[in-house]
């Protein structure tokens, strides 16, 4: 057939196939020369965050090694929403990416009834970076130097005693309500765009507690700025040995983590996922860099895409089912 074929047809034929070559042809080239120019990772949550925290620690590494600008852009409010919102929507092409925290992800979309975007579905894991220690925080003005004392101070006090959050529905308010539930007492939330600002109020003494990442404040709590009276974890935190747990305190059922990591528009490229899923593992391997973060509450836990997909499915299941059970579901 192919010498009787009319030209027009076998024209139009080579053109085609050119045309779907070309299509094509990004995509390859783009994943094999990654990164050719600046990346920018937003975080939305404000600078000095712990989530801050991470993305500049990471952002210098990946910069270092790849000869390519890595910047951070903060982009707080809206309990991560407006953040998350701007890199589900950007180009899928790996030079706008995430750095995501474990409320945002998989609490927001069992609390709010109306998003932008859909986090579990419009954003691509590429890698986790840390599993970060929570833990019980207060102003140091507070009379109450155990968890003991602050039960009973708030037990004497109802809706006297306020607890900040990173806003309304994320683990810094669902972990409140978890205590305030187990040890029935009764705080009046004070939500904030973010933990930075709240951390200000807290030391300043315009709030009485907060329970958040300890990644975030352990040059405070050094300082004596803040006051700490519990981890939230199931054993001590290498950073804060000294410090019990809540289930040491009489709490066993309030036991959670934070975790922080990298995300994608949906739609980009594997080869570029997976390639820096494995870059950023292979800076959080350095004994060093481990080490600094570990300092801070961090504790490194890079993992593959597909790993870090599997861990977000059951994070959510496990916290849709608590939203429910404390009646939070699609409340906001």
Sequence with gaps: MGQDMPLSFRACTAFSALAFAFVLLPAGVTAQEYPARVIRIVVAQAPASGPDLTARAVAQKLTESWGQQVIVENRPGANGIIGGDLVAKSKPDGYTMLLGVGSAIVINPFVYKYLPFDPLRDLAPVTQIFANTFGLIVTPTLPANSVKALVALARSRPNQLTYGSAGLGNTTHLGAELFAAASGVKLLHVPYK??????????????????????????????????????????????FPAVPTLIESGYPGVTFAGWNGLFAPGGTPAEIVTKVSREVGRHLAVPEFRERMASLGADPVPNTPEAFASMIKAEAQMWSKLIRNLGLEHSQ
């Design 194 to 239: 973010g933990t930075t600002p709240a951390q200000t109020d807290l030391m300043s003494g315009h709030i009485s507690l907060m329970f958040v990442t300890t990644q975030g404040v352990a040059a405070h709590i050094a300082s004596g700025k803040i006051r700490i009276l519990a981890t939230c974890g199931l054993k001590r935190s290498a950073a």
